[in-house]
């Protein structure tokens, strides 16, 4: 999740992402013939499983939901990028996707996903690839199927785990106090190619959405003083900043605004949209339980927990 400066750092703008305690876990297994099946019962609404060959233009899928069509997208692209690292373009895989993050939502979940699937299936093909390569190779699989769109944040940041700064191509991580974050999360997804493509519109036809973002950027760099610091009161007022800030270039909805506003009553130092917004989460920076019992009470929020900050990126289990 992001604690500040998505979408602007598509444009070059430092952004401060998080790892949480919530991960994707992808299973590969070798086929004997060169076909492909993944199976991801819980990363869409409906789940689902799709069989396709190698040289399938696009696999048939099953319920073909925009979203399982995406996911399908990410997984595929991770599968291609995982066998040309092993130089094996035929190797044949089952891939099998369990999630406790749903595909769309702004907490970076198809980066998970396709961090974890890249590393599980370059190790079933005999390749053992750094954190920082298959960063780099998840990356490169986001750019492709969010049509030339993505920054390394979330990609950089599930496969290192922590906190990190990305700033272009230079990622690093980060060292943070243990935040007492809570996430609110209404329940539906969003795409975020379309997302970042508003923004991109926006940005293009108005200097004053040119400026926000530049304005993300200044105010990134001001959260890393208070992050660095410890200043709790300053991440807060800057997260709340960076909320209205993503509201201008489009990219909130009505219900993360309820929960956004929710948790704020509930005692929170500050809340923000994380990811690409449209729909999806929240995160709070909250002491206590009165955030996550009001965001509890908000029609609008489907699901709260509290979000610990995961030391660890991706590991094989
Ligand atoms: C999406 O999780 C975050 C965005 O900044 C896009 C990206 O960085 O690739 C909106």
């Not at 809570?182 to 004053?208: I, K, N, Q």
């Not at 005692?267 to 995160?283: D, E, P, R, Y």
């Not at 908000?298 to 094989?316: M, N, Q």
Request: proline share 3%; hydrophobic share 40%.
């Amino acid at each position: 999740m992001y604690l500040f400066g998505e979408h602007a750092v598509v444009y070059g703008e430092p952004a401060v992402p998080c790892a949480i305690e919530r991960r994707a876990t992808v299973t590969v297994g070798e086929r004997a013939d060169d076909r492909q099946r993944v199976s991801a019962a819980d990363l869409t609404l409906d789940g689902f499983t799709v069989e396709y060959g190698a040289d399938d233009a696009t696999p048939d899928v099953d319920v073909p939901t925009p979203l399982v069509e995406a996911a399908m997208g990410y997984v595929d692209a991770a599968m291609a990028t995982a066998r040309d690292a092993a130089d094996r373009p035929d190797a044949g895989l089952d891939v099998t996707i369990e999630s406790e993050i749903p595909l769309g939502a702004g907490l970076g979940s198809s980066a998970a996903v396709v961090v974890a699937a890249i590393d599980a299936a370059t190790r079933e093909l005999g390749v053992d690839l750094a954190s920082e390569d298959v960063a780099e190779r998840a990356y490169a699989v986001e750019k492709e199927v969010q049509s030339g769109e993505a920054s390394r944040a979330d990609t950089f940041c599930s496969a290192m785990g922590g906190a990190v700064r990305v700033e272009g191509s230079d990622c690093r991580t980060l060292a943070t106090p243990d935040l007492p974050f809570v996430v609110g999360y209404d329940g539906t997804s969003h795409d975020t190619g379309e997302l970042v493509a508003g923004v991109r519109a926006l940005r293009e036809e108005y200097d004053f959405a040119y400026d926000t973002v530049e304005s993300i950027g200044d105010l990134v760099r001001r959260g890393e003083d208070a992050l660095r610091e410890g200043d709790t009161a300053e991440l807060g007022r800057l997260m709340d900043v960076n909320h209205g800030l993503l509201a201008a270039l489009g990219v909130s909805a009505r219900s993360l605004d309820e929960m956004v506003w929710a948790a704020r009553e509930g005692g929170a130092t500050g809340a923000k949209l994380t990811g690409a917004g449209g729909g999806g989460c929240i995160v709070a920076l909250a002491d206590g339980d009165g955030a996550k019992t009001a965001l509890s009470l908000t029609p609008a929020c489907d699901e709260s927990f509290r979000a610990k900050l995961a030391t660890e990126g991706v590991r094989a289990e």
